[in-house]
């Protein structure tokens, strides 16, 4: 493989394999990450990347679109029959970018907007103050509970008292599901457009093991990388008639050509969300992440909410006497990755926080099921619990390469 980035640029080269060789070989946990198909990965290595085509299927700026529309409208109509929704828009570049159409289509600056609060386990894109959605909205954070769970008698308080233009449901760190229907009513009662941001758990939509709001809501959209497993990009869906507002948002609103050959490669991940066993993905994915959140609270530690519902965890790691950058740089040298995160009502600083986030899209994506599960429960705890013992860190990094050995990952063959 890179047979030609091998002769034209080995410098390139040898970063690439070592890349390779760390994904194959280490057990990656970060709940936003996720291994792509060979035939992903071929549709975003293709020519397709040559073409410029700025506009819609059939209405395009320059020539030469015939078999771009065909891809774009193949993407839009898988997209369409896996998720139900009346429109959908495949052009985003990513999920923030996406987000950013959304409002600048359905917003004007200066608009109240409610958003599950960062450290809270919101996004950055719902309003956090120096990024682009901070500075252009007036946000109204709701938060969750000191139980960790989002309260919804206190979501729809907030909205009655503050009359927000728009409400967004969705998170990036937060273990349990949402009531989209409770949230949905709560925007018709004062008014509001319902945006669901489902960017991490759009693939269990796909999968039908987490409930979807694209039934009641306005506007829905989901990063395809994630869990859905996809490129790295997004897509928007929305009801039929935000369909022209939100279109105009992407192109010319926001961004210029898209990216044909991830749009094809979109195409390719909505056909295998499609198929019978994506299903049955989705379902491993939670019951990976219940056999860890099982692991951790028999181990003493303290999961946010108690749990979790879907493909993430977060661990507050006070009561253990680390911060998250020592568990994640320990769990590093073991070779399992993850993320340090905030917590809840956090007294440090998201540069240190107090906790991690980890969960089983990637690893579920391998084969790993719940024995496997046990062993990275067991091999976490005792990495955490011997966190200055690099030697028996290497050791498991050891262990886990010879595991992970029966858990091929698609491309990282060398
Ligand atoms: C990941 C994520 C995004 C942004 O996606 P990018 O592709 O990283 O820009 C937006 N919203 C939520 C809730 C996310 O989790």
Redesign the pocket.
Known sequence: MFDQIKKQDPALYDMIVSECKRQRDGIELIP?ENYVSQAILEAQGSILTNKYSEGYPKKRYYGGQDNIDDIEQLAIDRAKELFGCEHVNVQPY??????AAIYFALLEFGDKVMGLKLDHG?????GLPISFSGKAYDWIPYLVGEDGVIDMDEVERIAMETRPKMIVA???AYPRNLDWKRFAEICEKVGAISFA????VGGLIAAGVVDSPVPYFDVV?T?T??TLRGP???IIMSKEKHAKAINRAIFPGMQGGPHDHTTAAKAICFEEALRPEFKEYGAQVIKNAKVLADKFNEYGYDLVSGGTDNHLLLCDLTNKGMTGQQAQVALDRAEMTLNKNTVPYEKRSPMDPSGIRFGSPAVTTRGFKEKEMEQVGDWMHQVLSNLDDEDLHHRIAGEVAELCQDFPVDGTLI
């Open positions: 936003s990513s999920g923030s970018p996406a987000n919101g996004h950055i894109t719902h969705g998170f990036s941001d489902v960017s991490h959209m990063t990388h994630k790295r990009s997004a």
